[in-house]
């Protein structure tokens, strides 16, 4: 294979450790899934170059892109808002055509994009990790 559009990828969730995962529609953006550690100095006077270890890798805050949708109770606006309100942690899932997978826990947050002429409607979801990211391969 030497190569693979995004076109198909999808983020779901599912509230709770079993059941099936509910597919988030309308994404738009996916941000960067994994983080380098950080850096830990190890360097002694003895030293002509600084040393380092490898920390804790920092994941940041993870933030995807949806169009807007308000229009029912399932929709991707209302379903994230209300797993914010209610402060639910809940396992998401990102997969790729091909199959492979990422799953993390996280709390999320949700606020409407800028809005500008001639432009459509989006608003961001933001995750705050619970959990690392596990990675699935294709079957």
């Not at 994404?27 to 550690?37: A, R, S």
């Not at 100095?41 to 804790?56: E, M, Q």
């Amino acid at each position: 294979m030497t190569g693979l559009s995004t076109k198909e990828t999808k983020l779901s969730y599912r509230v709770g450790t079993t059941g099936t995962f509910t597919e988030i529609e309308s994404l738009i953006e996916v941000p960067e899934l994994g983080g380098d550690p950080e850096q830990i100095d190890v360097t002694t006077l003895a030293d002509s170059v600084r040393k380092y270890i490898p920390g804790v890798r920092d994941l940041g805050e993870l933030a995807f892109n949806f169009l807007y949708d308000n229009s029912s109770t399932n929709s991707n606006f209302r379903v994230l808002r209300g797993l914010q309100e209610n402060e639910s942690l809940a396992t998401y899932r990102v997969e790729y055509p091909d199959g492979t997978s990422h799953e993390f826990n996280a709390f999320v947050s949700v606020k409407m994009d800028a809005v500008t002429v001639n432009e459509a409607l989006t608003f961001t979801a933001s995750f705050s990790l619970q959990s690392d990211i596990t990675i699935a391969n294709p079957s």
